[in-house]
């Protein structure tokens, strides 16, 4: 296994994760701090992208300067995934979007695919796959072999609440993916929600429910 599993431990993160835990939070709220987390995520997954040396004239001189070297490309999981967005975006506003629809079948629990549309530059680029909520990974397992398809090979998952059973299931199916979690949970019920989790993500972000 090369990816590697990191787990946000910022004290802003965590003020964030309380408010969106909090079942008394509401819509507007709920969708605004899932934003704010994305785009503290995204400052620290972007942390490795690799660099090109380049050379800037400034106003007075020459300045040794670094651009990134590759396009990066966001794909988020309907519909969870679209509630990270505008903050991850608002950091890589170059960045290039894909879209995966994947909805979770109540009773089996498996995924099953609705929609999928990627840029066409997603082959050489870096991929960072959103979703907020990784339960069994089931999800997050089916968009890399999605993205993978494509020929894709960095890939990394960026989520806010994950099960040890979803980490798990990412490092066995997809052991080169990294995975950027804020925090890892206790463990699903026998429904397949993280508990304690913050409930039904997509719901709550769209007052759905
Ligand atoms: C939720 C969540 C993930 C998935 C996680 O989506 O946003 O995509 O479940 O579960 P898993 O790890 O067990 O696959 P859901 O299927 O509820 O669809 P929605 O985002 O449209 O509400
Ligand atoms: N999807 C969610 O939105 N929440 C969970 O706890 C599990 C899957």
Redesign the pocket.
């Known amino acids: 296994m090369n990816g590697k599993l990191v787990v946000f431990n910022h004290p802003l993160m965590h003020h964030k994760l309380a408010l969106i835990r909090d079942e008394n939070t509401g819509t507007k709220d709920f969708r605004q701090t899932v934003s704010e987390i994305g785009a503290l995520m995204a400052y620290e997954v972007t942390r490795e992208l690799p660099t090109t040396k380049v050379k800037i004239k400034t106003p007075v001189g020459i300045a040794e300067s670094y651009t990134l070297a590759k396009e990066v490309v966001i794909v988020p999981i309907l519909r969870?995934g679209l509630g990270m967005m505008e903050g991850i975006t608002a950091l890589i506003p170059t960045a290039k979007v894909g879209h995966i629809g994947l909805y979770?079948d109540e009773v089996t629990m498996e995924p099953h695919q609705y929609y999928a549309k990627f840029p066409s530059i997603i082959k050489d680029a870096a991929v960072l796959i959103v979703d907020p909520?990784l339960?069994t990974g089931g999800s997050v397992s089916k968009a890399i072999d999605l993205i993978k398809k494509t020929g894709a090979s960095n890939i990394s998952y960026v989520g806010i609440v994950a099960a040890p059973e979803g980490i798990k299931r990412i490092q066995t199916d997809h052991p080169d993916v990294d995975i950027f979690v804020a925090v890892v949970d206790q463990k699903l019920n026998e429904h397949?929600?993280?508990i304690p989790?913050l409930?039904?993500?997509?719901d709550r972000l769209f007052g759905t429910k």
């Open positions: 969870a979770r909520m339960a397949g929600y993280i989790g409930g039904d993500c997509g």
